[in-house]
Protein backbone atom coordinates (compact mmCIF):
# COMPACT_ATOMS: atom_id res chain seq x y z
CA UNK A 1 0.00 0.00 0.00
CA UNK A 2 2.28 2.30 0.85
CA UNK A 3 4.68 1.84 -2.03
CA UNK A 4 1.29 2.88 -4.54
CA UNK A 5 1.01 5.37 -2.66
CA UNK A 6 5.17 6.44 -3.29
CA UNK A 7 4.91 5.78 -6.61
CA UNK A 8 1.09 8.06 -7.01
CA UNK A 9 2.70 10.62 -5.16
CA UNK A 10 5.96 10.60 -7.64
CA UNK A 11 3.84 10.52 -10.38
CA UNK A 12 1.95 13.43 -9.50
CA UNK A 13 4.99 15.04 -8.64
CA UNK A 14 6.36 14.43 -12.06
CA UNK A 15 3.01 15.25 -14.35
CA UNK A 16 3.25 18.78 -11.79
CA UNK A 17 6.58 19.30 -12.80
CA UNK A 18 6.56 18.81 -16.40
CA UNK A 19 3.13 21.00 -16.55
CA UNK A 20 4.59 23.72 -14.81
CA UNK A 21 7.95 23.35 -17.41
CA UNK A 22 5.44 23.33 -20.40
CA UNK A 23 3.61 26.43 -19.20
CA UNK A 24 6.81 28.54 -18.10
CA UNK A 25 8.30 27.94 -21.67
CA UNK A 26 5.21 28.33 -23.43
CA UNK A 27 3.48 30.76 -20.89
CA UNK A 28 -0.52 31.69 -21.69
CA UNK A 29 -1.18 32.37 -25.48
CA UNK A 30 -2.88 32.02 -28.08
CA UNK A 31 -2.17 32.08 -31.90
CA UNK A 32 -3.84 35.95 -32.81
CA UNK A 33 -5.66 36.72 -35.92
CA UNK A 34 -2.61 39.35 -37.39
CA UNK A 35 -0.03 36.10 -37.34
CA UNK A 36 1.62 37.76 -33.32
CA UNK A 37 1.90 35.44 -30.70
CA UNK A 38 -0.95 36.73 -28.30
CA UNK A 39 0.07 37.00 -24.67
CA UNK A 40 -3.33 36.80 -22.10
CA UNK A 41 -3.33 38.90 -19.31
CA UNK A 42 -5.52 40.55 -17.42
CA UNK A 43 -5.58 44.17 -17.85
CA UNK A 44 -3.23 45.44 -14.93
CA UNK A 45 -0.90 43.10 -16.05
CA UNK A 46 -1.22 43.88 -19.65
CA UNK A 47 -0.75 47.70 -18.30
CA UNK A 48 2.38 47.22 -15.97
CA UNK A 49 3.92 45.48 -19.26
CA UNK A 50 3.55 48.16 -21.65
CA UNK A 51 4.38 50.82 -18.54
CA UNK A 52 7.74 49.14 -18.46
CA UNK A 53 7.78 48.96 -22.16
CA UNK A 54 7.35 53.05 -22.39
CA UNK A 55 9.59 53.45 -19.69
CA UNK A 56 12.46 51.08 -22.03
CA UNK A 57 11.30 53.33 -24.86
CA UNK A 58 12.12 56.76 -23.10
CA UNK A 59 15.36 55.60 -21.63
CA UNK A 60 16.98 54.94 -25.21
CA UNK A 61 15.03 58.74 -26.53
CA UNK A 62 17.00 60.48 -23.50
CA UNK A 63 20.27 58.46 -24.63
CA UNK A 64 19.92 58.94 -28.46
CA UNK A 65 19.45 62.48 -27.58
CA UNK A 66 22.82 62.59 -25.08
CA UNK A 67 24.62 61.13 -27.24
CA UNK A 68 23.71 63.84 -30.32
CA UNK A 69 24.72 66.60 -27.68
CA UNK A 70 28.09 68.22 -28.31
CA UNK A 71 29.27 67.58 -24.44
CA UNK A 72 27.04 64.78 -23.64
CA UNK A 73 25.84 64.67 -20.08
CA UNK A 74 27.63 60.64 -19.29
CA UNK A 75 25.94 60.85 -15.66
CA UNK A 76 23.05 61.52 -17.32
CA UNK A 77 23.20 59.07 -19.54
CA UNK A 78 24.17 56.25 -17.43
CA UNK A 79 21.76 57.13 -15.05
CA UNK A 80 18.95 56.43 -17.48
CA UNK A 81 20.36 53.27 -18.74
CA UNK A 82 20.66 52.13 -15.24
CA UNK A 83 16.79 52.49 -14.36
CA UNK A 84 15.94 50.50 -16.87
CA UNK A 85 18.47 47.47 -16.14
CA UNK A 86 17.89 44.24 -14.35
CA UNK A 87 16.68 46.42 -11.45
CA UNK A 88 13.93 47.59 -13.04
CA UNK A 89 13.05 43.30 -14.07
CA UNK A 90 13.55 42.38 -10.55
CA UNK A 91 10.44 44.20 -10.05
CA UNK A 92 8.16 42.04 -12.25
CA UNK A 93 5.34 40.36 -10.94
CA UNK A 94 5.95 36.51 -10.92
CA UNK A 95 2.61 35.54 -12.14
CA UNK A 96 3.07 38.11 -14.40
CA UNK A 97 6.52 36.38 -15.77
CA UNK A 98 4.72 32.85 -15.99
CA UNK A 99 2.18 34.13 -18.30
CA UNK A 100 4.70 34.82 -21.00
CA UNK A 101 6.57 32.38 -23.54
CA UNK A 102 10.08 31.98 -22.80
CA UNK A 103 11.70 33.54 -25.80
CA UNK A 104 9.80 36.73 -24.73
CA UNK A 105 11.47 36.29 -21.40
CA UNK A 106 14.62 35.50 -22.57
CA UNK A 107 14.42 38.92 -24.93
CA UNK A 108 13.10 41.15 -22.12
CA UNK A 109 16.06 39.74 -19.81
CA UNK A 110 18.74 40.43 -22.36
CA UNK A 111 17.73 44.14 -22.78
CA UNK A 112 17.79 44.68 -19.31
CA UNK A 113 20.61 43.03 -18.65
CA UNK A 114 22.36 45.07 -21.72
CA UNK A 115 21.11 48.25 -20.41
CA UNK A 116 23.28 47.49 -17.17
CA UNK A 117 26.36 47.19 -19.42
CA UNK A 118 25.30 50.22 -21.33
CA UNK A 119 25.73 52.17 -18.45
CA UNK A 120 29.08 50.66 -17.33
CA UNK A 121 30.19 51.50 -20.80
CA UNK A 122 28.91 54.43 -20.30
CA UNK A 123 30.89 55.38 -17.24
CA UNK A 124 33.97 53.84 -19.10
CA UNK A 125 34.05 56.53 -21.30
CA UNK A 126 32.40 54.73 -24.74
CA UNK A 127 31.71 57.08 -27.62
CA UNK A 128 28.44 58.04 -28.10
CA UNK A 129 28.60 56.17 -31.80
CA UNK A 130 29.54 53.02 -29.77
CA UNK A 131 26.48 53.80 -27.13
CA UNK A 132 24.21 53.87 -30.65
CA UNK A 133 25.70 50.89 -32.10
CA UNK A 134 24.77 48.90 -28.80
CA UNK A 135 20.87 50.96 -28.35
CA UNK A 136 20.75 49.51 -32.12
CA UNK A 137 21.72 46.27 -31.18
CA UNK A 138 18.98 46.66 -28.59
CA UNK A 139 16.38 48.27 -30.45
CA UNK A 140 16.59 45.38 -32.95
CA UNK A 141 15.42 43.10 -30.29
CA UNK A 142 12.71 45.13 -29.65
CA UNK A 143 10.94 45.24 -33.45
CA UNK A 144 12.02 41.56 -33.38
CA UNK A 145 9.57 40.86 -30.74
CA UNK A 146 6.97 43.36 -31.13
CA UNK A 147 6.78 41.89 -34.76
CA UNK A 148 6.44 38.37 -33.21
CA UNK A 149 3.86 39.05 -29.89
CA UNK A 150 0.67 41.28 -28.95
CA UNK A 151 -0.66 41.37 -25.67
CA UNK A 152 -4.84 40.30 -25.64
CA UNK A 153 -6.47 41.69 -21.70
CA UNK A 154 -10.76 41.08 -23.22
CA UNK A 155 -10.15 45.17 -23.98
CA UNK A 156 -9.63 46.86 -27.34
CA UNK A 157 -6.66 46.13 -28.84
CA UNK A 158 -4.20 49.21 -29.82
Given at each position: ?????????????????????WFF????T??????R??????ASE??Q????M?QL???????????G?????R?????????V??SM??????A?????????????????K?MD?L???????????Q???????????C??C??L?????G????
Amino acid sequence: MKSRLCVAAVGLWVLSAAAGGWFFVKGWTTQGADGRTEILLAASERDQILGEMRQLLKSVDALIRAAGDSQPDRTAMAQAARAVGMSMAADTNPAIMAKLPLPFKQMGMSIHKDMDALADAIVQNETPQQVLQRLASMTARCTTCHDLYRFSSGRSRD
